[in-house]
């Protein structure tokens, strides 16, 4: 069982960083993948980064590459999510999710579990 729960959001303007956490329990998040995720206001919750087990591989969403950045340290049981040059169209609520098979992260499988989320939003 794995428990999930997101911090760092709030409110910045465009241009702005901001860095998010998801802290996990259980003693085996380290054999999970972690992803995070957003869902707009009015919109479906869609796909923003990846990162396998060890750190060593990672995947972006088109829309983030290049502005954020996720990893993670398995010895504090910590996924981030780092974002950089924020845009009004990263308002959204951000969560974070674990499942032991990354690819189910980046397609959009049902996921094993998932953090209440965070909310970021981003003035013009």
């Known amino acids: 069982q794995v428990q999930l729960v997101e911090s760092g959001g709030g409110l910045v303007q465009t241009g702005g960083s901001l860095r998010l956490s998801c802290a996990a329990s259980?003693?085996?998040?380290?054999?999970?993948?972690m992803g995070w995720f957003r869902q707009a206001p009015g919109k479906e919750r869609e796909f923003v980064a990846v990162i396998d087990w060890s750190g060593r591989r990672t995947y972006y969403a088109d829309s983030v590459g290049g502005r954020f950045t996720i990893s993670r340290d398995n010895a504090k049981n910590t996924v981030y999510l780092q974002m950089n040059s924020l845009k009004p169209e990263g308002t959204a609520v951000y969560y974070c999710a674990a499942d032991l098979n990354s690819i189910h992260l980046r397609v959009g499988a049902p996921l094993e579990y998932w953090g209440q989320g965070t909310q970021v939003t981003v003035s013009s």
């Open positions: 259980g003693r085996t998040f380290s054999s999970y993948a």
